[in-house]
């Protein structure tokens, strides 16, 4: 009578608020239905024909269903833990506005859905799909096996009524076996999970999911076993650990992180491609419009395989990192006690086997000897910036035609070394800054992905991602530790010949004085800060390595390459090097303009040409810097003096250049740049951190290819040591380089598609090639940071008025 009353009310009033006396109990509870739920009250008060049929497995049934009746189809079923079950259901006829309800009714679950399943894509597009399987999940149980009851019933709202066709399987093969691969084929509305129960002492597994084709999109999750297992395009990402991927799949699964010992490995096909990288479907026509989704039926394959669990293996690839490292302090001790003389003695070239006749006549006319007095004076412009002669005296010295390094050495010692000490306390005081809040920020994506679960936020190699606590590739971050170590090593080294040097000086040793190229250390401080530096903040990548912190591994890459530049620079011209503050101003700009290339650089035409025409502007404003050895101005005159030195020298009268080594470097210098800016304009690469990267490689390899060979040129020798340092690191460098580009990795694409470079461990089945790097690049900085100390070692009984500027 209750409900009656309710059902002529809510026709009358659309159902008022209810009588106090029908808000508690069982009452409310039917109120609320007859209220709020959409069957409608009258469909509460009408009574189905309701029919239940004892049901059978692998037996196909076919029915209709109307709005006046509704089926139920009871299957006595004997769960076990090893095998499951599979509802298969397809509607013949078609029925949008009245969908049928198919409702699975277990001990302990309850699972629903709708045929046509409509599912949803991006900007909510809707695709329907008239056949449906899902399996059901598994209930615990104390036995091996189980005899229970389940329902499933069939109703409809449609008055014309529905075909369909219902069939209930057993799923064998439900149960994953240990390195056993299983094939499979899923779709967006048949989605495929299975059980993996941890064996005896096996704690960590990896579970790989493979597929011959691409596309359609898919994701593979990983859930405890609870009910309901969430299989559905919009909802695998609720629970769990999941992940997209086109070809491969795999993710570390770890026995503490699962109570039940056992977990479910969820694929789910999804309805568009776009996750994947795949091309974007049109946009509907109309809000409501249903789309087509096609086949998208894909075949897969899923093995699970132990991984290293053992604490001896993680033990093992930490004394092996180790061990490498502090083998090459053990060799820096042995050469560092070797008798001085027995070095000496094994030099690549003598003095005199590159004679002065391969360079011009007048240079031998030009090298006369400076006292003692000359050679020492100080001209530090900060003194005497006021007198007007010393402008006058350093045009004079500068613009010769043949230069030595007395003639670029001639400010005050204690004032240089301050001036580049400012070098080590500046990067120094970068580096702290710089690293607080990246490691603050690499933290939170690791919680991140650890709570949510999500593992596309990270582009990790995941067939070697061997986890330690909360990191979830340790052995990345652990491959790192050779430029903390190798960095350390090298500021030992330069602190070692800092002291000797020193010790000189103040026994007015006239070697240390007058002899040799001018000791300066702060530069050699700040690159080996930098090396460490550049450990410190790849592993912090790679913690999660990402398309937001990519700038992280490589900032102080930049810094190394401009220090490298600096300090071969300073070798021949310490009096007009750059200061910090400039130097460090302008890799500042680097940086910045890295930031943007990766955030804005994607495809930006307005952003390429910007950037090119500021690269090519720079180029030029540096090599003329560089021509006129720090005496060119940028001011107001400029364009002026640029006229008359062209009508003085091209028109009026056709002279070569003044200057023709640095004309032949900065010339070579502006084609390579100038080339590398137009391939950028051209091509306008996705990873432009990379390519600005390059540029600087470039320029650095250039200026050293031409301080080798001008090195030569003047008679110079290389001693032993020097030399094993060049042939080491350049063979170090071509090993190191063949690693880097197998790329196991991508994020300048989607998550899915670098997986498809994933590869397995290579050593002690632990480290990948990615870690191959990272061992052999730290010790080829290493090496190229030696070749920077002892390649003038040569000169250091050579008296400065005959060490040639180059």
């Known amino acids: ?255 503490k992180d699962f109570p039940s010992n056992s977990f479910y490995v969820v694929v789910v096909v999804k309805t568009e491609d776009e996750a994947c990288g795949g091309p974007l479907r049109f946009y509907p026509l109309r809000p409501d419009e249903l789309i087509d989704a096609g086949n998208r039926t894909k075949v897969l394959d899923v093995i699970v395989t132990p991984a290293i669990n053992c604490k001896s293996v993680y033990v093992m690839g930490m004394l092996f990192c180790l061990g490498i490292f502090l083998s090459f302090y053990l060799l820096t001790l042995l050469v560092a006690y070797c008798p001085s003389n027995e070095m000496k003695a094994f030099s690549l070239f003598h003095h005199d086997l590159f004679l002065p006749s391969l360079l011009p006549s007048e240079r031998s006319l030009e090298s006369v000897g400076r006292s003692r007095q000359e050679s020492l004076s100080s001209v530090e412009e900060d003194d005497y910036d006021t007198l007007d002669d010393i402008n006058s005296d350093k045009n004079i010295v500068r613009t010769k035609k043949f230069l030595y390094v007395s003639d670029l050495s001639r400010k005050d010692k204690r004032v240089l070394s301050k001036k580049y000490q400012i070098y080590f306390w500046n990067i120094a005081t970068i580096a702290v800054f710089y690293a607080l809040p990246v490691v603050q920020l690499v933290i939170t994506y690791q919680t991140v992905v650890n709570v949510t679960g999500n593992q596309d936020i990270c582009f990790y190699n995941f067939l070697c991602a061997h986890p330690l606590g909360a990191l979830s590739a340790f ?136 950037f090119s025409v500021i690269h090519i502007l720079s180029t030029l404003l540096l090599s003329t810097q560089l021509y006129y050895m720090g005496r060119w101005r940028l001011d107001s005159g400029v364009l002026r003096r640029m006229v008359y030195i062209v009508y003085t020298d091209c028109i009026r009268q056709c002279s070569g250049p003044m200057y023709i080594d640095r004309m032949v470097l900065l010339v070579m210098g502006n084609i390579v740049n100038w080339s590398l800016a137009a391939y950028g304009l051209i091509e306008r690469p996705n990873d432009f951190a990379s390519y600005l990267l390059a540029i600087a490689i470039c320029n650095l390899l250039l200026y050293f290819a031409f301080y080798i060979i001008m090195k030569l040129r003047s008679g110079e020798r290389i001693q032993c040591l020097a030399l094993v340092c060049i042939l080491f690191t350049a063979v170090v460098w071509g090993f190191a380089l063949y690693f880097f580009f197998q790329g196991l990795s991508t994020w300048q694409k989607t998550p899915a598609e670098s997986r498809e470079h994933n590869r397995d461990c290579i050593v002690l089945s632990f480290f990948d090639d990615h870690d191959i790097w990272h061992f052999l690049s730290s010790i080829a900085m290493f090496g190229s940071f030696l070749v920077l100390l002892t390649m003038d070692d040569d000169l250091d009984t050579v008296q400065r008025d005959k060490i040639f500027v180059f």
């Open 1 to 255: 009578m209750v409900l009656r009353s309710c059902w002529k009310s809510r026709h009358k009033n659309n159902c008022g608020p209810a009588p106090r006396w029908i808000r508690s109990g069982l009452a409310a509870l039917f109120w609320l239905c007859v209220t709020q739920l959409d069957f409608g009250c009258g469909a509460v008060r009408e009574t189905k024909n309701v029919v239940q049929k004892d049901a059978e497995f692998d037996v196909t049934y076919n029915d209709t269903v109307t709005s006046e009746n509704q089926t139920i189809y009871a299957f006595n079923h004997t769960i076990s833990r090893n095998k499951g079950v599979r509802v298969s259901v397809d509607v013949l006829s078609q029925g949008l506005e009245s969908p049928t309800l198919f409702v699975v009714r277990q001990k302990q679950a309850v699972l629903s859905f709708q045929v046509p399943l409509i599912l949803r894509g991006l900007y909510q597009r809707k695709y329907p799909y008239n056949h449906v399987g899902r399996t059901l999940c598994q209930p615990p149980t104390r036995a091996a096996s189980e005899t229970q009851y389940f329902f499933v019933d069939v109703s409809t709202l449609s008055s014309t009524g529905t075909n369909y066709q219902l069939r209930v399987s057993r799923v064998e093969s439900f149960t994953l076996q240990t390195d056993k691969k299983f094939s499979f084929t899923a779709s967006p509305s048949q989605p495929q999970y299975f059980k993996y129960v941890f064996p005896d002492g096996v704690d960590t597994v990896i579970v790989k999911v493979n597929s011959d084709m691409t596309f359609p999109c898919s994701v593979m999750s990983v859930q405890d076993i609870q009910c309901p297992v969430y299989d559905l395009d919009n909802n695998v990402a609720f629970i769990g650990m999941y992940q997209t991927m086109t070809k491969k799949g795999a993710i570390t699964v770890q026995r």
């Open 475 to 610: 052995n990345n971050i652990l491959s790192n530790l050779g430029y903390v170590m190798l960095g350390l090593l090298f500021l030992l080294i330069v602190l070692k010949r800092d002291i000797v040097h020193n010790r000189a000086l103040v026994r007015n040793e006239l070697s240390a004085l007058e002899c040799g190229i001018p000791k300066h250390f702060g530069l050699f401080y700040a690159m080996g800060t930098a090396l460490m530096m550049e450990g410190l903040l790849s592993a912090c990548y790679h913690v999660c390595p990402n398309y937001t912190n990519f700038q992280f591994d490589t900032s102080f890459m930049y810094m190394i390459a401009g220090l490298c530049m600096l300090k071969l620079y300073q070798k021949r011209h310490p009096d007009i090097n750059a200061s910090a503050y400039t130097a460090y101003a302008c890799l500042a700009a680097v940086i910045f303009f890295s930031v943007l290339g990766v955030v804005f650089g994607k495809g930006n035409t307005v952003f390429w040409i910007i």
